[in-house]
Every structure is written in C-alpha cells, then in structure tokens.
C-alpha cells in the first residue's frame, strides 16, 4: 500500500511541475488529510500565493497516522524533492529530525510567542526542525446540564470525579437511562492510551516514563498507584468497552448522551456542539483532574509544520511554513475548526473568546501541558509508545499486576538505551 502510495504522489507532483509557467516556482505540501481540515489549509495557502505570486501542490495523505509517517520517511530516505512542506505529528520530531531543516534564524523574530513547552520539543539537538501550528491537550468535557441537576461541583480529583460519575451513573439509569455510564475515555491499544496513561501517571507525581536526560523513570509507587486507579473504573463508572476506545468512539459516547464525563482532545467542542448535537448547550470544559500528592497533568499534542531538506525550494518553503504558523492564520483555524493555538496571546482575542468560551482553561491547558518523551528517544519513540501502551492495556484489560507490569515495562525500556542514550 505504501508504495503505491509513493508512486502516486510522484505522479501527482511531477505532473504539476510540468503544467505551470517556468517563472513560477511550485512547492508542495502535506496539508491536513481529514475533513474540513484539508479544505481550511488549502484556503490558507491560496492566501499566501496570491500574496507571494507563487504556486503549492497539495499532496493528499492517508488518514492513518502511522501510514503517514512511512510515506514520509520512504520520501525523506529516497532524498526525494517531491515534498517541500509536511505535516507533523508532535511526537514525530525526534524521529523526523535528521532530514528536516534548521528553522532557528527564519524563526527567531516570532519564535517567542509560541509557548515554550512546544517549542523544546520540536527542538532537537539544537534545531529548530518544525514550527509549531496548532496543539492539542487532553481535556476533561463535562455534563453541565447533570452536574447541576445533582447539585456537584466540577470535580477536580480523579477521587471526585469517580464519586460524581457513580452519583449520576446511578441517578440516570434509575431515571430510565439505562445505558448512562459515568466517565468515557481512550483505553485502545495505541497512542491514545499512551497519552492516558502519562497523564495518570504525571497527576500522581510519577514523571514522565523517560526523563528528559534519558532515564527511565517509570518504576515508582506513583505510576503503580495511578494504574490502579484506572483499573478500578472498568465496569464501575467506565463500560468494559472503552477499552476498545479510540477518540471518535468515547466522543461518540459522550454525545449521544450515553456518557457524564469524556476525556478527549479541543476538537471535541465544536463538533459537540453543531445544530444536531444532542448535548449542544449542555457541555462544559475543565482541566484533567489531580491525583493525590500530584497536580493535574494533560499531555502535549497537536501538528507542526516542517521542512524537507531535500526541498528544492527550501527558503520559498520556510516562507510558507511561518505564513501558516503566523499570529493571523492560527487566528483563522481556531475560529473555523476549533484548532488550538500555540500562540498565548491569541488565547484573550475577543473574537476566539466568542467562539469558545472556555479560552482561559485551555490557554490554561496548554501552558501546563507536558510533551510524551519523544524527543529524548528519537528514533525509539514508536517502540517506546507501543510498549508503554501494551503494558497499560495488559493492567487495565487482562488483570495484569500492575507492579510488576511496571516492573516489566522499565527493564524494556532500559534495554532500548545505553546511559540515557536513545
């Protein structure tokens, strides 16, 4: 499948190379592949043709993460000019680093206003290799409508937030909702536990799996008590289901009413809320709550936008990349899509605030948030992801003990590194 799809986009590149003036200089760009997103970014590149003179194919891309990630890399080993511009997953830098362009100077008289955390993960070595476009945290989505009916507050321990859910789980089914359940999240196999699982584990005070130096942290009470917890939920305030649970499948849960809390990613707000939307005007947005003796912890997560180093047009594409980034067009996707910002300031625009009322909380979020150790495992990381979530799912799903799993999973881990070198 891959190499058809690398032939493919070839075909399509070479073809428009051949259609346009020999004046005009082309590039092409990865863009979002999913929805209205790709149709937002294309409207944003026409922007800056009209203002540059100058022409962008756009590259459509498989939907699948992980199928992106290989035509990317069989693109940037094959040296390949096709692509100038791509797309970026966060976690994808470390990995990506060595064929994608230095954007320090380029970026230096706008890099400060992109908030720090992003900015040091796209950092590798030194480099500069993506500049940041839009980021996602994990956020906790509530019944607003419910939590009043039952008189609670918005729960701000995991503690709380299994009392409230049990509370109104319990409530409903006696009101004829027999399939209310009290807390939906993401327990498949795959990089969304991995994100659950680090923000357990970070609201208990355990780390961050690798520490930032390298060290494989993640044996410590805290990550055991903090899978505990989780476990505790399957069949109690979670249905057995969520453990087959990505993203649209908890979303989904939660909107047709079926769900007290979700813990999901920003988009959720503006599809939670279209016309037909049984919870329209019934939802609410708060942190992800803290676990005892930690703080509330949210991971990292969103797009980047990067350059290939085998560009043939490298500055034209640098120009388009801080174009996209820029204070204006960020502006313009959080409006239409709901889509984060990494710049702060735009976080107090009144018009953003129109939008989403809750701008507070996720500038909040965002700031607070905390990168997945993919920078310091580069290459690793993928490895590192589908152990740390094999492990999680092993707990969670099939009874597993969690101290030894833990255990297990950091004599793993260590054996991918020597000295803090991944």
């Keep these: 499948m891959t190499r058809r799809l690398l032939r493919a986009c070839t075909l399509v590149a070479v073809t428009a190379l051949g259609a346009l003036p020999a004046a005009a ?21 026409r922007a800056w043709e009209r203002k540059t003179g100058h022409k962008v194919k756009m590259l459509s891309l498989p939907a699948s993460s992980s199928e992106r990630l290989v035509l990317y ?53 030194g480099r500069l290799i993506a500049m940041p476009w839009f980021l996602d945290t994990g ?102 289901a969520v453990l087959g649970a990505r993203e649209e499948e908890s979303r989904a849960m939660f909107q047709s009413g079926q769900a007290v809390f979700l813990r999901n990613w920003p988009y959720v707000w503006s599809v939670v809320n279209e016309p037909d939307s049984p919870v329209r005007g019934k939802v609410g947005i708060a942190v992800l709550p803290r676990g005892p003796g930690g703080e509330a912890g ?35 996707r959080a409006i239409l899509l709901g889509r984060n910002p990494t710049i702060g300031a735009l976080y107090r625009d009144p018009q953003l605030l129109a939008v989403n009322p809750y701008q507070e909380i996720l500038r909040a979020a965002a700031a607070g948030a905390t990168p997945r150790p993919s920078t310091v ?19 969670l799903a099939d009874g597993k003990d969690p101290a030894f799993s833990v255990k297990a999973l950091a004599a793993t881990l260590d054996t991918m590194h020597t000295g803090g070198r991944w």
């Design 139 to 240: 956020l906790l989505y509530y019944r607003k409508d419910l939590l009043e009916k039952y008189k609670q507050p918005v729960p701000a321990t995991w503690d709380a937030l299994a009392a409230t859910a049990r509370l109104i789980q319990k409530g409903e089914r006696k009101n004829g909702q027999a399939l209310m359940w009290g807390y939906a999240w993401q327990g498949s196999t795959y990089e969304g536990l991995t994100c659950n699982g680090l923000e357990w584990i970070l609201s208990h005070g355990g780390g961050t799996i690798v520490a930032p130096g390298g060290a494989v942290t993640v044996d410590n009470p805290a990550t055991i008590a903090a899978l505990r917890m989780a476990r505790s939920w399957i069949g109690d305030i979670s249905p057995p």
């Design 377 to 395: 495992t580069g290459r690793k990381y993928e490895q590192v992801s589908d152990e740390v979530a094999r492990t999680v799912h092993g707990v």
């Design 25 to 45: 200089a082309t590039l092409t760009m990865a863009c979002d592949s999913i929805g209205h997103g790709s149709q937002v970014c294309a409207d944003g590149v």
């Design 298 to 332: 949210t991971t990292l997560g969103g797009h980047q936008l990067a350059v290939s180093k085998f560009s043939r047009h490298p500055a034209l594409a640098i120009d388009l990349v801080l174009f996209l980034t820029g204070k204006d067009e960020q502006k313009r």
């Design 73 to 125: 890399r069989q693109l940037l080993a094959a040296e390949s000019p096709l692509l100038d511009v791509m797309t970026i997953d966060i976690v994808w830098p470390g990995i990506l680093a060595d064929s994608l362009v230095d954007l320090r100077a380029a970026a230096a008289p706008t890099i400060g206003q992109h908030f720090p955390a992003i900015v040091r993960n796209n950092t590798v070595n």
